[in-house]
């Protein structure tokens, strides 16, 4: 917990800090033993293609069960993973659970479909990283080509060229990568070009706008037609409506993410109403 570490810490330390620094703990402890107990579960949002109205990948989004709580939002709980590290656990589960659930579903003959996890900054900035994701995608006989690794812009910049030095491996593994909430980072444009990624997520924040506000519109249509130029394809984030899928339509967005066709539902739920089984 950095903040209170070092020579200024009595100046800096508050009641609020002491309060956040006890949570933090508290949590840390709880998600080691959620780990334990098996009370996260994946829940999966179809992206779909603009153009064909086809389901082409999922993103696979943790929940958490507390057994007292109740179910705690990633917003909340991932943050404070991050502060205490223990969110090397929870991605790690996250990657094996995803490719575990693509390989059942092989298996049980649907047509494979592409998978997309988040992982954070810290997970990114482990030497490591690479090669626990290749060990998992060994254990659990995962195709990479059906990987893709969500990263967000914040993440990259933070230590920049082991990350990329990180996507390049991944990239070379066959798994795909792409820019989670683009636009909301301190990231610039120039940057883009040296990442490694085939998406690039627009953050729901401007598509939320974008039927409202007139910049919000041009931002979405500025970085589309960017994408595109770098050769990037593109996923726009928190549609909710057909207005806004419309919007999107005459913009040329390639994928597309939100309630308006689904929120993010269970397993069992993509298995009944959103994967095909093969022909033979
Ligand atoms: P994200 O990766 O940008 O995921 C999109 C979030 O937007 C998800 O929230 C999703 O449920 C929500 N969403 C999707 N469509 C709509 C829509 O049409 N309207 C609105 N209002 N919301 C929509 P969720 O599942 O609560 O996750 C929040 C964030 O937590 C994620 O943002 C991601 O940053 C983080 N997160 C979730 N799962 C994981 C994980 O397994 N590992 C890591 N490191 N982070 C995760
Ligand atoms: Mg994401
Ligand atoms: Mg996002
Ligand atoms: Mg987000």
Not at 200 to 210: E, G, Y
Not at 230 to 243: H, P, S, Y
Request: hydrophobic share 40%; aromatic share 10%; charged share 25%.
């Amino acid at each position: 917990y950095g903040k209170v570490n070092g020579r200024n810490a009595r100046l800096f330390y508050t009641e609020q800090m002491n309060e956040d620094y006890h949570e933090v703990l508290v949590l840390d402890a709880d998600i080691r033993k959620a780990l334990q107990r098996n009370e996260f579960e994946l829940y999966y949002q179809p992206q779909i293609d603009v153009t064909s109205g086809d389901v082409i990948g999922l993103e696979a989004l943790i929940r958490w069960h507390h057994p007292k709580k109740g179910p705690i939002s990633p917003a909340k709980f991932i943050p404070l993973a991050e502060e205490s590290g223990v969110i090397t656990q929870i991605g790690e589960w996250v990657i094996n659970e995803a490719c575990r659930q693509h390989r059942e579903w092989v298996n049980q003959g649907f047509v494979p479909i592409r998978i997309a996890v988040n992982v954070s900054a810290i997970e990114l900035q482990r030497v490591d990283f690479a090669d626990q994701v290749a060990e998992i995608m060994h254990q659990t006989k995962m195709d990479p080509r059906y990987l893709e690794i969500e990263i967000t812009e914040n993440s990259v910049m933070q230590n920049t060229e082991d990350c990329i030095q990180t996507m390049n491996t991944l990239k070379q593994m066959g798994i795909s990568l792409s820019i989670d909430d683009f636009g909301t980072g301190y990231s610039s444009f120039g940057y883009l070009k040296q990442f490694p990624i085939q998406y690039l997520k627009i953050d729901q924040s401007f598509i939320r706008s974008a039927l409202k506000e007139q910049s919000s519109a041009a931002i979405v249509k500025a970085m589309i037609q960017l994408a595109h130029n770098f050769g990037l394809k593109v996923i726009a984030e928190g549609v909710e409506d057909k207005d806004i899928l419309h919007l999107l339509q005459l913009e040329s967005c390639d994928y597309y993410q939100g309630y308006y066709f689904s929120r993010p539902v269970a397993a069992q739920v993509v298995q009944d109403n959103v994967l095909k089984r093969k022909i033979n």
